[in-house]
């Protein structure tokens, strides 16, 4: 019996889809928002270039950059752990593949469309259950659909998409279910999936057996950062409640000396014997005094 590798780990994900061209580009023609009439026919990979780090997840993304026979750019990411930063760093990673396109002295009349598809293996949008997030330039309020779109950003959710939807295409959902049930706990492989010759392929790419030993050490350091990050964010996030909640008590807690303070006064009692009882300064309470003045005139 074949056992399975996770195509979301970087070594696998890049096995597939950065040395495969044709799968690359089934995959990227199914969950695109391509024009109709116009579907990734050839491409080329580009070479990684660097992007901004991000602290938390310095080992846990896995990115390939390819360009189309219509000169237009992909780049695609897989994420594991959700940060909002990671929107930060694939818009700027697009944003700088617009923006090198163009030698120096040509025209922006040569500049073509630039695609930044987030895949997230991860929910970071918890009041909608919306998993397919498409993001480009559109003018505010326009109702007849002016948009500029030469930038487009593309985020998906894998664990919220549907596996079975009338409204979406087949193709897309057969790919994304490979990527969400594909991995060492799959003992067999859906008829659905395997009829497809690109997704078969992909199966077969994610066999153990093609991986060599070195590849197998990289692909189990991989899930170890995983966790470790994912034990950092829950870690700092736990801190941030805490920090919270002591701020909140805290602020209540000078709150109620104020409202105490602010009855004293009211009582026509001393400064100093205010400022004794709450542990307010008799600055502080001047203070209150000049503001409940202030209100009553």
Known sequence: MSRYLDPRADVVFKKIFGDHPHLLMSFLNAVLPLPADSPIVELRYLPSE???????????????????SQNRVFIVEMQMNWTDTFKQRLLFGTSQAFVK??????????????????????IYDTLT???????QLV??????????????????????????????????????????????????????????PEISEAVELAEESAYSKTELEFYDSYWDQ?????????DKYNEGKAEGKAEGKA??????????????LGLNLAVAVIASATGLTEKEIEHLKIEAGDIRQ
């Open 139 to 196: 003018k505010k309020g326009s109702h007849d659909g002016d948009v500029i779109d030469y930038l487009q950003l593309i985020f998906i959710e894998l664990p919220k998409f549907p596996v079975h939807s009338q409204d979406e295409k087949k193709l897309r959902l057969l790919w994304l279910r490979f990527l969400r049930e594909i991995n060492e706990n799959t003992h067999t492989v859906s008829e659905e999936l395997l009829a497809v």
């Open 251 to 264: 602020e209540g807690k000078a709150e109620g000396q104020i409202q105490i303070a602010k009855n004293m």
């Open 226 to 234: 995983v966790r470790r990050e994912k034990t950092l964010m829950s």
């Open 50 to 68: 660097q992007v901004p780090v991000i602290p938390e997840f310095k080992r846990t993304i896995a990115d390939v950059k390819c360009r189309d």
């Open 101 to 122: 396109q163009l030698e120096k002295g040509r025209g922006y009349v040569f500049l073509e469309p630039v695609y930044g598809l987030g895949l997230v293996a991860d």
């Open 129 to 135: 259950p919306d998993w397919y997030h498409h993001y």
